[in-house]
């Protein structure tokens, strides 16, 4: 497979994937031709092995609009309906605690479902962690305002959240696995940076739902919110239909055959790697908390 691009970065990225590369001064060149040879390169190998039957990029992103329409709500409706205070700010400083929560949990459901993908294997761990995903998220759409059952609705409400968020760091680590897996050796790595085209496309269906169920603010905020969260159950349908036809990790299922599983992988973790967990802990924490912080005016 040959590559027109120039003598530069790009030319060594190429060749260390393994491509073969046509050189070419850089005046000859112009600087868009080369990322479009890129992008059609991307698109070819992503054709390939989507026609070898290979799904495990589709419903990613299903968790990823799931993930914003509950922030979309956060920022919208859940102070004002689930902590009611006689100051604003309060309240809504309140509501996006509640969307911080699920970070926070998340490098719990990494821990916990990483085991359970070695134990019992990637494809059923991730449709565990779509079906929690799912239901959780309806759960939220059918959840009671603090004025109809006291401070009960902002307890389940942060419930939900954690549980949202210990099945959503099992579900993309996960996903990540099985598409480097699943990838050809020299492009692993490529193929697995896919998970993540899911968050830009979440946030834009997000964005989109809610402009839909847009009403006057009386019905927007006593039914109308409610609707992105319980239309996700269609999601939640389609993506176990999907992933029931998604193939097991090729790794795992030569790692099984051989029988060099183990009966505790968290506890093989670590203990070989205990400092690396904790370290990429700490890192998702600040990097998560740098994303989302407020930047000063």
Partial sequence: MAVDIACDPVHLFACARGFKVRTAALDQVAPERVFQALERLAHRRLGEMQARG????????????????????????????YFPSHDPFVSSMASFATFAVGFFARPLGGVLFGHLGDKIGRQKALMTTLM??????????LLPAYAKVGVLAPVLLVLLRVVQG????????????????????????????????????????????????????????????????????????????IRMGMNESPEFEREKLSKRTVELPIAEVFRSSGAL??????????GIAGVISPTPS
């Fill in 166 to 241: 210990i099945a959503v760091g099992g579900e993309w680590g996960g996903a990540v696995l099985m598409a480097a897996e699943h990838g050809p050796k020299g492009g692993r790595t490529f193929f697995a940076s896919f998970a993540q085209l899911g968050s830009p496309a979440g946030l834009i269906l997000s964005l989109i739902a809610f402009r839909v169920v847009t009403s006057p603010h009386e019905e927007f905020i006593t039914w109308g919110w409610r609707l992105p969260f319980l239309i996700s159950a269609v999601l939640l349908v389609v993506g176990i239909l």
């Fill in 54 to 81: 290979d799904r495990r990029f589709h419903r990613h992103d299903d968790r990823v609009v799931r993930l914003y329409i509950y922030a979309t709500a956060a920022a919208l409706v859940f102070g004002e309906l």
């Fill in 277 to 286: 967990v904790a370290f990429c802990i700490g890192a998702n924490t600040i």
């Fill in 132 to 141: 929690i995903i799912g239901v959780a998220t309806v759960c939220v759409g």
